[in-house]
């Protein structure tokens, strides 16, 4: 793996330190996400890789300057995102679905500024509720999945499934994708987002970089 979750983190001893953290996993089938319909379609006799998806100038000067970055001597130096990312397997849309679950956001950081939603912990009525279903079995078989529906056991955060329309399954594609940003580049993710009820719905979300942390002020253990 090209780089650690140092990308993510500041020293262990910072309380708003975010880091990585991975999970075993097993290798299964993945949704992979259509590019987002906020374009208008190209015509038909382009070329079919640009019919494929037509981005936005913004979006492709972002993109080569990226690609250039990587060229250059790494200087250790890794953006600051300010979440906590827990590596996850979801089940959703009927199959499985690998992704980075947004833990927490610290406040004033580039994924707060964003608007990443993270888990959300079960209320304390929900705790209550959900225990007196367990115990007056078999209610609890219908009132739980209520529950859920309802958010009062809480609610995931949102599940970050593509850098830049690049689909990442694994932390080292994660890593790959966010280690050439720098401070004043925009980078685009693509999140599920659960909605109480049980449904999700799919974002694109810019997220614009203040800062990167030197190696000495990044911690190289997730």
């Given at each position: 793996?090209?780089?650690?979750?140092?990308?993510?983190?500041?020293?262990?001893?910072?309380?708003?330190?975010p880091v990585l953290?991975?999970?075993?996993?097993?290798d299964a089938p993945t949704l992979e996400l259509a590019p987002q319909p906020s374009v208008a379609a190209s015509p038909s006799n382009s070329s079919s890789e640009t019919a494929a998806r037509k981005f936005q100038q913004s979006d492709d000067v972002?993109?080569?300057?990226?690609?250039?970055?990587?060229?250059?001597?790494?200087?250790?130096?890794?953006?600051y995102l300010g979440v906590e990312l827990e590596y996850t397997t979801q089940c959703l849309f009927g199959m499985e679905m690998h992704g980075f679950e947004v833990v927490s956001v610290a406040p004033n950081s580039p994924a707060g500024h964003a608007?990443?939603?993270?888990?959300?912990?079960?209320?304390?009525l929900g705790n209550l509720a959900a225990l007196g279903s367990v115990l007056a079995f078999p209610v609890g078989l219908f009132t739980v999945p209520r529950l859920r529906r309802s958010g009062a056991l809480g609610m995931p955060g949102d599940l970050i499934v593509a850098v830049d329309d690049r689909r990442v399954r694994t932390e080292?594609?994660?890593?790959?994708?966010?280690?050439?940003?720098?401070?004043?580049?925009?980078?685009?993710?693509?999140?599920?987002?659960?909605?109480?009820?049980?449904?999700?719905?799919?974002?694109?979300?810019?997220?614009?970089?203040?800062?990167?942390?030197?190696?000495?002020?990044?911690?190289?253990?997730?």
């Open positions: 793996m090209p780089s650690s979750p140092a990308a993510l983190a500041r020293q262990p001893d910072d309380s708003n330190s953290k991975s999970q075993p996993h097993a972002a993109a080569l300057n990226r690609e250039f970055k990587k060229t250059q001597p790494d200087d250790g130096r890794r953006p608007g990443l939603q993270a888990r959300k912990p079960a209320t304390a080292e594609e994660f890593m790959h994708a966010i280690d050439p940003l720098r401070a004043g580049d925009t980078v685009y993710v693509t999140v599920i987002r659960p909605i109480v009820g049980g449904s999700h719905q799919t974002l694109r979300i810019a997220m614009h970089i203040d800062e990167t942390l030197p190696p000495s002020a990044v911690s190289r253990n997730p």
